[in-house]
């Protein structure tokens, strides 16, 4: 696939609200798997403090939405545990809603 086909697939999925595509595809599968190994399948975040922990996620540096054409880069790649992913996306965190508390929760 060239770059250009890359782009036009992406950005159409991105039209379509199917991201979601692209994250279950082979190709980025492949860089997925390349990163998790170039980190050591370490937190690279985690790492950077002085800590271990496993990374399970692989995040673009520049997005996908803005940057399609860096999102099979693994230079546009770094592997992170799930609370460091978590923080370079707060808005997904402010959708996922608290139980509500009433008089019979206390």
């Known amino acids: 696939m060239t770059k250009h086909e890359l782009v036009h697939w992406i950005n159409k999925l991105i039209e379509h609200r199917n991201i979601k595509a692209f994250y ?3 190709l ?5 798997n390349e990163s998790l190994q170039r980190d050591n399948n370490e937190c690279q975040k985690c790492k950077a403090k002085g800590l271990f922990s496993a990374a399970q996620c ?7 939405r803005k940057y399609p054409e860096l999102a099979l880069s693994i230079d546009n790649t ?3 545990c799930n609370s460091c992913h978590d923080l370079e996306h707060p808005e ?3 959708n996922k809603s608290k139980p509500q508390l009433n008089e019979e929760r206390w």
């Open 24 to 26: 279950n595809s082979g």
């Open 28 to 32: 980025w599968e492949q860089i997925r």
């Open 58 to 64: 692989v995040h673009h540096v520049k997005h996908v």
């Open 78 to 80: 770094i592997s992170l």
């Open 92 to 94: 997904k965190l402010q």
